[in-house]
């Protein structure tokens, strides 16, 4: 489900991250992390839309709500048009 790098090669900024697989349920009564799933992707339900990017938005939120950063420090990086993502979440 998670990757935590330092300082690596994949890194050149030299910031610590979390590198999360997601499970994006859109247009769910609230917007909550739910938890992992048997395959490790983490599921998170989300109230926005999937138009207009609404509902990643709401996801960068949600994430970093739940890990403590700042929404700035969470950033989608592949999967924008998908229910599954792939979600970098800078520590």
């Known amino acids: 489900m998670a990757s935590v790098e330092r300082f690596g090669k994949g890194n050149p900024t030299g910031d610590a991250h979390v590198d999360l697989t997601v499970k994006v349920v859109p247009r769910s009564s609230r917007s909550e992390v739910v938890g992992p799933m048997p395959d490790g992707t983490l599921k998170v339900k989300v109230a926005a839309v999937p138009e207009d ?3 990643n938005a709401e996801l960068c939120r949600v994430l970093a709500r739940h890990f403590q950063v700042p929404a700035r ?14 979600v970098r979440v800078l520590i």
Do not use: F, P, Q, Y
């Not at 420090?73 to 792939?86: P, Q």
């Open 73 to 86: 420090n969470v950033e989608i990086v592949s999967g924008a048009s998908s229910t599954r993502k792939r």
């Open 53 to 55: 990017g609404k509902a």
